[in-house]
């Protein structure tokens, strides 16, 4: 044999014929990623031949995979590749790619399949203003700060420290997605003696459910005995694109003066300011503070003792552009409805400082602008729920008309709108859920008929046989035709009757059909958020994640949606 394998050599041929091969490991990856979180760290892959050291090439393949790369995508083996995603502003979903690793000896390339799963925020809690500053003499009025949900339903608690001059009212309470929860600070100034160094306190708002960044907040509180502090209350425009001409700001509180000035925090040079009142004034912001993109703080100040305000932020911001359009419950991109609560997900599409619904002139309606940031939807202005800088929750407006291809614009300030499209039908119901994912857990109250208390639904605290089960539902359409105008309505916590959807929605649980005693607005929330009340069925089952599925003429909720029973 020996002499067998020289005479092969000796012609020139191989004595076994063995394909190279190569490998890689681990043979595939996983990210996961939330927004507001870091992006994830890179993972390595080993890469290597069976024998010497081939040069290698690696690609991206898949359809919008140029949230993955994989360096170095060329040199010798073996190597280590590092792979990366960056998902800012993907909606929330999950998304394939794969990493192709071809060697130049071998035919057959190495797969490496990559999944990136982007889960939805955790849901944002919001408060109106960080600041409240009250001063006496007379004794000033009540103040409120309003709080906020970006997603799903949150549980809130107030606590006052060093201040046994000041009240909160209510204490605790739970946050409803597109409504708002008022909490109203009263102080007494009574035998509090006057000095030049303002009384302090702090409000202390905590929900544990919301974002790590958020779910801890503080209202500072002031109360000044006979100071002249000056306050800013709004600023006008809040937004103002790159590069612009000197823009002039219109600013409202209390207490200027005629030697009030205005100014930029870190800026010695005061802003060219005029005096309109002891309310208003206005202030010019120079060009060459706009050749950056940014926030500018603005600051108004009196001569001693009056001191300067707080400051309120002004965007420098760049043009938007809409990457997604999903319904607010669901998460789910498809058509929407009249009345339907919609996110816009996106690039640069709203204020750098968080804003929430308003109703700047107390008329029942929610604002259509609200820090210089405006949307329509075909044409129409639509209410604003949220904005920040990647995401805004509007209402499509009930004058829309049905169709496809409406066109939805996002206009900042002065800087060019941003477009997408979308496909208005009569429905479009979407559940929201605990999580603000649009799957799992539903956002739900028990109500007990044996107790007459409520209760959050979960795994640990079931519903049973008999009670009643509230749930929360955009994408109903138009169906309170006796309302008018209806477009950004907030319904009244006092009105004698409510409209209701007719026919009633159907509702079943485990597959059970359930009684609806209920579906119609949300007192004190924007019509287009609905509450429906179904009576847990017989047959249901029992369980941590029973499925229920509501249905509105032919169009039904999205499915994984779920309810603790037992």
């Given at each position: 044999?020996?002499?067998?394998?020289?005479?092969?050599?000796?012609?020139?041929?191989?004595?076994?014929?063995?394909?190279?091969?190569?490998?890689?490991?681990?043979?595939?990856?996983?990210?996961?990623?939330?927004?507001?979180?870091?992006?994830?760290?890179?993972?390595?892959?080993?890469?290597?031949?069976?024998?010497?050291?081939?040069?290698?090439?690696?690609?991206?393949?898949?359809?919008?995979?140029?949230?993955?790369?994989?360096?170095?995508d060329k040199g010798k083996l073996p190597a280590t590749l590092a792979v990366r995603v960056n998902p800012t502003s993907l909606a929330v979903g999950t998304y394939m790619a794969t990493v192709?690793?071809?060697?130049?000896?071998?035919?057959?390339?190495?797969?490496?399949?990559?999944?990136?799963?982007?889960?939805?925020?955790?849901p944002v809690l919001s408060i109106g203003s960080t600041t409240l500053a009250f001063s006496s003499p007379p004794v000033p009025p009540n103040q409120t700060v309003k709080l906020s949900t970006?997603?799903?339903?949150?549980?809130?608690?107030?606590?006052?420290?060093?201040?046994?001059?000041?009240?909160?009212?209510?204490?605790?309470?739970?946050?409803?997605?597109?409504?708002?929860?008022?909490?109203?600070?009263?102080?007494?100034?009574?035998?509090?003696?006057?000095?030049?160094?303002?009384?302090?306190?702090?409000?202390?708002?905590?929900?544990?459910?919301?974002?790590?960044?958020?779910?801890?907040?503080?209202?500072?509180?002031?109360?000044?005995?006979?100071?002249?502090?000056?306050?800013?209350?709004?600023?006008?425009?809040?937004?103002?694109?790159?590069?612009?001409?000197?823009?002039?700001?219109?600013?409202?509180?209390?207490?200027?003066?005629?030697?009030?000035?205005?100014?930029?925090?870190?800026?010695?040079?005061?802003?060219?300011?005029?005096?309109?009142?002891?309310?208003?004034?206005?202030?010019?912001?120079?060009?060459?503070?706009?050749?950056?993109?940014?926030?500018?703080?603005?600051?108004?100040?009196?001569?001693?003792?009056?001191?300067?305000?707080?400051?309120?932020?002004?965007?420098?911001?760049?043009?938007?552009?809409?990457?997604?359009?999903?319904?607010?419950?669901?998460?789910?991109?498809?058509?929407?409805?009249?009345?339907?609560?919609?996110?816009?997900?996106?690039?640069?599409?709203?204020?750098?400082?968080?804003?929430?619904?308003?109703?700047?002139?107390?008329?029942?309606?929610?604002?259509?602008?609200?820090?210089?940031?405006?949307?329509?939807?075909?044409?129409?202005?639509?209410?604003?729920?949220?904005?920040?800088?990647?995401?805004?929750?509007?209402?499509?407006?009930?004058?829309?008309?049905?169709?496809?291809?409406?066109?939805?614009?996002?206009?900042?300030?002065?800087?060019?709108?941003?477009?997408?499209?979308?496909?208005?039908?009569?429905?479009?119901?979407?559940?929201?859920?605990?999580?603000?994912?649009?799957?799992?857990?539903?956002?739900?109250?028990?109500?007990?008929?044996?107790?007459?208390?409520?209760?959050?639904?979960?795994?640990?605290?079931?519903?049973?046989?008999?009670?009643?089960?509230?749930?929360?539902?955009?994408?109903?359409?138009?169906?309170?035709?006796?309302?008018?105008?209806?477009?950004?309505?907030?319904?009244?916590?006092?009105?004698?009757?409510?409209?209701?959807?007719?026919?009633?929605?159907?509702?079943?649980?485990?597959?059970?059909?359930?009684?609806?005693?209920?579906?119609?607005?949300?007192?004190?929330?924007?019509?287009?958020?609905?509450?429906?009340?179904?009576?847990?069925?017989?047959?249901?089952?029992?369980?941590?994640?029973?499925?229920?599925?509501?249905?509105?003429?032919?169009?039904?909720?999205?499915?994984?949606?779920?309810?603790?029973?037992?």
């Amino acid at each position: 044999m020996r002499h067998l394998l020289s005479f092969f050599v000796f012609l020139g041929l191989p004595a076994l014929l063995q394909a190279q091969t190569f490998t890689a490991l681990p043979v595939s990856l996983t990210f996961s990623y939330q927004p507001g979180n870091a992006l994830p760290a890179a993972q390595t892959v080993a890469v290597k031949a069976s024998s010497g050291t081939p040069n290698y090439t690696a690609v991206i393949t898949g359809a919008n995979s140029l949230w993955l790369s994989a360096t170095p995508d060329k040199g010798k083996l073996p190597a280590t590749l590092a792979v990366r995603v960056n998902p800012t502003s993907l909606a929330v979903g999950t998304y394939m790619a794969t990493v192709v690793v071809t060697m130049t000896t071998s035919v057959t390339p190495v797969n490496i399949p990559v999944t990136l799963n982007v889960t939805a925020p955790l849901p944002v809690l919001s408060i109106g203003s960080t600041t409240l500053a009250f001063s006496s003499p007379p004794v000033p009025p009540n103040q409120t700060v309003k709080l906020s949900t970006t997603g799903s339903p949150l549980s809130f608690s107030v606590a006052i420290a060093g201040a046994s001059w000041m009240q909160v009212s209510p204490m605790n309470g739970v946050l409803l997605p597109g409504s708002q929860t008022a909490i109203t600070v009263t102080v007494d100034p009574t035998g509090l003696v006057p000095q030049t160094a303002a009384y302090t306190g702090k409000i202390t708002i905590l929900a544990p459910g919301a974002t790590p960044a958020s779910k801890q907040q503080t209202v500072s509180v002031t109360l000044t005995i006979s100071s002249m502090t000056p306050a800013i209350t709004s600023v006008w425009p809040s937004s103002i694109p790159l590069n612009a001409q000197a823009t002039t700001l219109t600013i409202r509180g209390s207490n200027f003066y005629a030697a009030s000035v205005a100014s930029v925090t870190g800026i010695a040079t005061p802003l060219v300011t005029n005096v309109l009142g002891s309310d208003v004034l206005t202030a010019v912001i120079p060009s060459t503070m706009l050749n950056m993109a940014g926030t500018l703080n603005v600051v108004v100040s009196n001569p001693a003792p009056g001191g300067s305000s707080s400051s309120s932020p002004v965007a420098v911001g760049a043009s938007p552009t809409i990457q997604a359009v999903v319904n607010a419950a669901s998460m789910q991109a498809g058509t929407v409805a009249l009345g339907e609560l919609v996110t816009l997900f996106g690039n640069n599409i709203g204020p750098t400082t968080p804003v929430v619904l308003t109703d700047a002139n107390m008329d029942g309606f929610a604002d259509t602008t609200i820090a210089s940031t405006s949307v329509t939807v075909d044409g129409i202005a639509a209410p604003l729920i949220y904005a920040s800088q990647n995401q805004i929750t509007v209402q499509v407006p009930y004058e829309a008309t049905l169709g496809a291809g409406k066109v939805i614009s996002v206009s900042q300030g002065a800087s060019p709108p941003s477009t997408a499209t979308v496909t208005i039908g009569a429905h479009a119901p979407g559940l929201f859920t605990a999580d603000g994912s649009g799957a799992g857990q539903l956002a739900a109250l028990n109500f007990s008929v044996a107790t007459s208390l409520y209760s959050i639904n979960s795994s640990s605290s079931a519903a049973k046989t008999g009670d009643t089960v509230l749930l929360y539902l955009t994408g109903e359409g138009d169906y309170a035709i006796t309302i008018s105008p209806r477009t950004g309505y907030l319904v009244p916590a006092n009105l004698p009757t409510y409209p209701q959807l007719s026919p009633l929605p159907t509702v079943t649980i485990g597959g059970a059909a359930a009684v609806v005693n209920y579906a119609g607005p949300v007192p004190g929330s924007i019509l287009g958020l609905i509450q429906i009340n179904a009576v847990v069925p017989a047959g249901a089952g029992t369980g941590a994640a029973i499925p229920v599925v509501v249905a509105i003429s032919a169009s039904a909720t999205q499915a994984g949606t779920t309810l603790g029973l037992k």
